[in-house]
């Protein structure tokens, strides 16, 4: 009787057990694992069908599991510096331990991997430009004239910037995107938003992403811009946007902004426009949402 007490305890405890489990989401990534001899599998696909296979038994069993995004050569640097045997079982589960506190992961909750997939490599993306963007704001220093913080000072600005687009937006819910144009590359953050009836929710973790990179063009000078798409039932949908000058949002007139969203970025070719959209002009942002601190 004790024995089957103790059984069904550990059932019990199972059940309250999160765990993560470190996807090779390419065949490229798949393929660089396969050099290690205690790593058992042959095929990508076939392996990614157990690795469902698997979250789906988790989950019917009451579990919680994340996944995680497993690099191969994160990994190998990892063992290195921890002098770990790459070739282990062990270190794989350590890595993926370490994954499940730092690295970008998404909850399994039934979705199939073909949309749990782009939602983890986009998450990694983020957590990428978040860290870069955090970087170099972190590494432009003091102002020469005043002393002050330019990173700080800017990331403060732009924490005001994002509450008066929030605060001037109408109901609905809110898709804003910025771009800024920062070699090597233009960095994108986008951040969700509900208004119901002036209470603006928000994801805290985009809000901070998306502040970041808005603060980094900011700093920096560089170009860039900012879109916000609203959507109420019962309403067209509404598109508006700016442009960053320095450390002003310019507003886009209607024209431009329906310049911008029809034609392709990559191409730069003219595409048709969505029906029952609003291309306008955005609110006033007021002289507190306009003008910042110069250095």
């Not at 979250?55 to 191969?72: C, E, M």
């Not at 990331?155 to 819910?173: D, K, P, V, W, Y």
Request: hydrophobic share 40%.
């Amino acid at each position: 009787m004790a024995h089957i007490q103790h059984q069904s305890m550990r059932r019990v405890l199972r059940r309250e057990i999160a765990g993560t489990i470190g996807l090779l989401t390419d065949e490229q990534d798949f393929t660089a694992m396969r050099r290690y001899r205690t790593f058992a599998f042959d095929d990508h696909t076939t392996y990614l069908q157990q690795v469902e296979s698997l979250l789906r038994t988790l989950a019917a069993q009451g579990g919680h599991t994340k996944v995680a995004l497993f690099d191969p050569e994160e990994y190998a640097e990892f063992c290195a510096e921890n002098g770990l045997e790459p070739d282990a079982p062990s270190s794989r589960t350590r890595f993926t331990a370490e994954l499940a506190a730092t690295g970008p992961t998404v909850m399994y909750e039934g979705q199939p991997l073909d949309e749990l997939v782009p939602d983890l490599v986009d998450e990694a993306v983020r957590q990428a430009t978040w860290e870069y963007a955090t970087t170099l704001l972190a590494r432009i220093g003091n102002c020469a004239s005043c002393g002050e913080d330019i990173g700080r000072a800017s990331f403060a600005h732009a924490s005001h910037l994002l509450s008066r687009i929030l605060e001037t937006a109408a109901a609905g819910e809110l898709h804003l995107v910025c771009s800024v144009t920062a070699a090597p590359e233009t960095l994108v953050a986008a951040l969700r938003a509900n208004d119901n009836a002036g209470t603006i929710h928000l994801d805290e973790s985009e809000a901070l992403e998306f502040t970041t990179v808005l603060a980094l063009g900011i700093a920096t000078r560089s170009a860039g811009g900012l879109v916000m798409r609203i959507t109420a039932h019962d309403k067209t949908d509404r598109v508006y946007g700016w442009r960053l000058r320095g450390e002003v949002l310019d507003p886009l007139t209607a024209a431009e902004v329906f310049d911008a969203y029809c034609t392709d970025a990559e191409s730069g070719d003219l595409v048709s426009p969505e029906s029952g959209v609003d291309y306008c002009a955005p609110p006033d942002l007021g002289e507190g949402g306009m003008a910042g601190h110069a250095h």
